[in-house]
Structure formats: C-alpha cells, structure tokens
C-alpha cells in the first residue's frame, strides 16, 4: 500500500535559523485524493508545500515523491507540479503565451490545443490572448492551475489555490481538482477557507506550530470532534427549546426566551448521538424541523479546538 | 474535458536544457516594451543622428572624430561609438543584463522557474547567455545604425586618421568595424557587472541601478588624471583605446590590454555571481542580499580586480604616471602635421611633397615650461618645424593643444594663419576647413621608447 502512496513523509524536519518550521512531520497522501492542509499562519504549511514542490530540503526525515526518495533540493521526480506563494507569471505576455513559453521551457507539447484545453479547463478561454498584466488574482490563480496541469502532473500542490475566486472561477478550480483526482492524481493544497476544503478534500492535515495535530480523512475529523454548535429552526421554537433542555447530551447555548433566539430559532451543543435523539424527540411531538446546521463547520471546529493551545502556547 | 495523467511508473525530472532556458528568457525579455523599443532605438536613433549632424554646419568637433563627418561617412559610426563607450554602454550594459535576473525578484517568479527547470545553474546560464545576448543586440545595433548612417548621408570616403594620414573607405571601414568589434568586450565585463549586482542584492533597486552607476563613474574616471597602469586595470579602457587603431603603426597595446582586463572583469563578475547565485535560498521571498556572503562576493571582487590588474599592467606595460611625456607629445604631433600638411598641399594643389622630405619636428612646452613637462593639460604649447625642398628657410607654425588624460589631444593652430589658420579649401567634396587649423592626434601611453 505504501509503495504506492505518491507522498510518504516520516519525521520530516526543517528549521530556518533558529526558527523549527517543521517538526517530524509525517504525512501520506495517496494517489487520487485531495489532501488539504490547515493550520495558522507560520505552522509550516508553505514549507512543507515546498518540500514536495522540490524547492527546498528537509534538514531530517524521510520524504519520498511518487516512490522516488528525494534527499536534496530540486530533486522532486518528473509529475510534480504546483506552486507556493502565487503562481508565477510574466505581466508582459498573454495567458496563452505564458502558458507556451513554459510548454516550450519544458519541452514538452506546446501546441496549441493542448494549451487551449487546460485554459478551456479553468475558465480563461476567453481572456487567453489578454496580457495578464491585468488579470485580477482569482484570474492569475487559475493560470498558475492551467500552468501546472500542462505538466500532466501525478502529484499537484497547491498554496491557497483559492484565494481571490469568484463563485464561478471557484467552481472551474473545484472541477479541475475533482477530476484530477478522480483520473488517479494526488492533489496536496493548503487553504485557509475551511468551506473549500469541505467540499473538496478527502484528507486532511491540521499544522500547528510545525507539527501534526491531526491527519486523516475528513469524516473521522469530525466523528472524533467533541461537541458542536447547532443552529436549530422549528416550526415550534418554544417546545423545541424544552425538548431540547430535557435530551440528554445537549445543551441551550443561547439565551433562553429571547426574542431574537425565538425567532431565529436556538443553538444547541451536543455530540451527533445526542443530536440524533433530540430530532427523534421533535419528530414524535409533532414539532417540525425545518434547518439544523453547525454554527461553525466541523472542520473549523477542530481547526480551532486543537490549534488553539499552540496559538496560546507560541 | 478531462486532465490526462502521464504514466504511473516514477520517473526522473525531465531535464530543461540551458539552450530551452535561454530561448524561454528571450520570450520573456522581448515581451517587455521598454525591451523592444530600447533594440529599436538602438538600431535607429544613431543613423538619424549621424544623418542629421551630418547636414548641419556646425559639427562635433569636440568629440572624436566629429570634425570629419562632413567629410567621410565612417567618422559618424565612430563619434557614435565614443558616445556610446562614454554613456550609452555604462549605464545600458549593467542595467540591461541585471535586469534579466532582478525582474524575477520584482514578479516573484523565481520558485516558478526553479520548479520549471529544477537547476540554478542552468538557469543562471540562460539568463546570462539571454542577457549577454540582448546587450550584443544593442551594440550591434548601433555600429549598423551609425555606419548606415554616415554613409548614406555623407558616403563612403577616406577617413583622416589620428596621426593624419588618409586611410581608404575599404581601410576606414575595417578598423571601425574592428573598434566596435573591441568595444564588445567591455561591455560584455560591464553586463557581467550588472549580473553581478542584481544576483548580489536579489530584490533590492539597488542591485541594478548600483552597478549601471558604478560603470559610469569609472569612465568618468578615465578622463581624471589617473596613473595609466589604473586608468588599464578599469574595465571599460578597451571603450577608449579604440581610438589607437587610427594610427600608424596602430597602438594595438593599449587596446590588447583593455580588452584582456574586460575578459578578466567579465569572468572576475561573472564567477561571483554564479556561486552567489546557486547558494541563493529561494525558499525566502524578501531575499535582499545574503549579508556577509554579498560583501564577500559582490563587492570584493571587483576591488581586488581593480587592484590585480593595475598591478598586473603595471608590471607588464611599465609606464610611470600620466604615460604623457613631453617627447611623445612632441613625436605624435609632428607625426600628424607632416601628414596634414601633405594633404594641404595637394589639397591647394601645391607641388607634392612626402612625409620623409618636409622632416617635420615639434618641440612642446607645458605651462610655458614651468613644472614637469608631462600629464594632461590645454596648457601645451608646440613649435613645429619642417623643411620643403629647395627651401632654405625652415617653416615653423604654433598650436595649443589640449591633452587629455587618456592621451587624445587636440591641436589648434595658433598661426602663421596662412599655414594653420581658418580658411577653406576645395576638396573633391566640396569646401572643408584648412586640414591643419585643428585636428586630433593620440599619445600612445604605454609607448617606452627613449625620449629623443
């Protein structure tokens, strides 16, 4: 299994100075996954990006690439592609023509359908003859995007691919990204927006202070989540209100009886098994639901639950 | 639409090539208008100029060579080049070359490329050849656009060299294509320079603007009165001692030596900034200069050459002080009359005379004869004298001349006006000035031959 993982991290080390980056991380990413990476500013998320972008090397550790053991800087094997830090651009040429010139810089297929397929892929066929001198930063994140999967890359890393999208500009990244990965690539990216990394990774790998506080997949983040906020609409808020005070494992968070909460409906703390039951509880008193969603994502929740002491701490 | 996934089996980076790289620079370089338009004044604004002065009655004549662009189309190619070796290619060279490495500071771009290329020294090969390249682009452009100049407007004429002698369009042209041919080589050293700086202090305006600065005020130094061996050890001398190629013999020693410590400039600039270069953290977006490592090969290198080689040509070309002595003053000057007045004569269709009959001499003064009687100066005051055949009374006729430190002087005749004042004379082409009311002569510096 893990000859085929496309990144195998162990005890993975950096330090700049006398400041540890990274601390014996460990990570696996397999093929065909989307791996996100969380973490506060400077818990090492972009040096670790870096590591698998070939950019620099670890002071420690073993980090191996698409099976390929990589020991020293720029030695990332052939099928990595990405970027840290923004994608890099040249204002005084056309998207098309960046893209040809690093097509060509590669050696690669520069033709011209090859590069009209990966603008096509990331909703700038329009603006592809346009000098990207221009180009808003949603606009120069979707070119670094077509940019990296002209190299028809196995391992795809991305840092903070989406920044600056508008809805449809996230919508054309998120389908990129879905399809690559369902064609077998891995996709590592870091994010600080806890809805895109929702919708698109399957695995997840909290950062804190350079060092793993959490990695796996998405739905064991949240079943190994403690209690959560849910914000509770009814057809009844007062009954729901009591139902809610006498379930057991749950809690009222907000005020009880104010006007805001009545009409708003009311936020419970509960773990899902004691959530499930208050539901069961309004269903059989005849009291309909009508939302019950988290007030903070399950995500955000363990973002900010496990990171915080190290926030507190550093 | 679906993205395509190579094969699964691992595979080691495909290898960009230095010739990829480059040809990737020059995509990027001449996407940059102020590039292009920079090539295309290059390759037009010294033809227009060598054009226009060339209909205008008052030339140059300050400058190089200016005297005679009414006169040959190859002197405006060659005030073109004195122009451009003074200004233009200081501040150009440096600035155009560095900055094939600092505008990837500027975009921060460099983790893009590197993960492109996955080498440093590749890339630092490609954009020195890319930066190289440019700044060739540039000088060609301006010795075609200076010689097409000159002679569409004016033609393909003999050319009055600086020991006075006439030399042939097919001789003319020659040796300025050779001046320029040799001022490549210094502003190659002057681009290494800039790479240099730019790869030194990374982000920093001051990496490129600093060694375009520095350039220029080391051809202003040539026009101080340094010692010769250090006016030699300064890598754009080569810019100037050009000018030794228009005399017979050509004073080919100076001009070897320039060139030769260019090349040392240009590899002493070039290695630094290559080991500065593949030692750079790219991991670090606000790299401005890596402290004690840009003082240790940024700027200590070009100090230590400077010295190096002034020792170096000192040792190899022993010339004290200025290198202008009163007897090589006195030799040049004499040597330039006797040629001019050869051309007077046939030019006022006198009886022809040679060179070796007139047996012109000079005797110079400086400062009416106080102090040394040597260095540049406009204080130099000559009496030059020569015999005609069948003449017993020796003709003598006065000049002032300006001498400058890098051994090019002016002469101005001072009388008897009928030999040296201003007058017209019919020349094939049309009326000129007296050829011996003033021309420019040079004092081979390094010439060691024993006074007398």
Redesign the interface.
Known sequence: MDARLSVRARGIGKCFGDVVALDGIDLDVA?GRVHGLVGPNGAGKT?LL?LL????AADSGRLEI???PVGRT????????????????????TAR?NLA??A?????DARTQRID?VL??VGLTDVADDRTRGFSLGMRQRLGLA?A?LA???LLVLDEPSNGLDPAGKRHVHG?LG??AA???AVVLSSHRMDDLEALCDDITILAAGRVVFSGPLDKLASENRELDYRLRTSDAPAARWLAAATAGVRLVDDAGSRAGAAEGIVVRAQTPALDELVARLVRSGVAVRELTPVVSPLEAAFLALTAPQEDGG | ??????D?R?????R??VV??Y??EL??LF???RVRLLVLACWIAPALFVAAVSEQSTLPSDTLFGRWMHTTGWAGPLVTLGFAGAWALPLLAPVVAGDVFASEDR??????????????RRIFAAKALAGFSVVLLLVTGLACSGMAGGLLAVGDRPLIGLDGRLLTPADAGGKVLLAWVCVLVPTLALAALGILGSVALGRSPTGLLLPGLAALAMQVAQALPLPVAVRLALPGYAFTAWDGLFTAPAQTTPLLIGVAVSLVWAVGATVPAYLLFVRR???D?AYDGSGRRTIALGLLPPVALVALTAALVALAAPAAGSGIRQDKVQRSLATAFAHLYRLQTEQLHRPAVTEARLRTSAACTKSAGHGAQEGPGNDWRCVVTWRLPGVPVAGTAVYQLDVGSDGRFVADGDGPKEVNGYFLVRTPTGDAPNPLWQFDGQVDLLDTTSKG
């Open positions: 093929p040096t870096g972008l070939g950019l620099a698409l099976g390929t720029l030695a990332a094997p052939d099928g990595v592609a990405g970027f840290v830090d923004g994608p890099g651009l040249y204002p005084s040429l023509q010139a690093l060509a810089l590669r050696g690669g397929d096509d892929q940019a999967l028809e890359p196995r990129v399809r690559l064609d077998g690539a | 639409m679906t993205a395509t996934l190579a699964d691992p595979t080691a980076a495909r960009v090539t990829r790289g040809r990737f995509v990027k996407s940059q208008w975009l921060g771009t460099w983790r893009h490329l590197l993960v492109a290329v996955r080498s440093p953290d790219f991991t977006a």
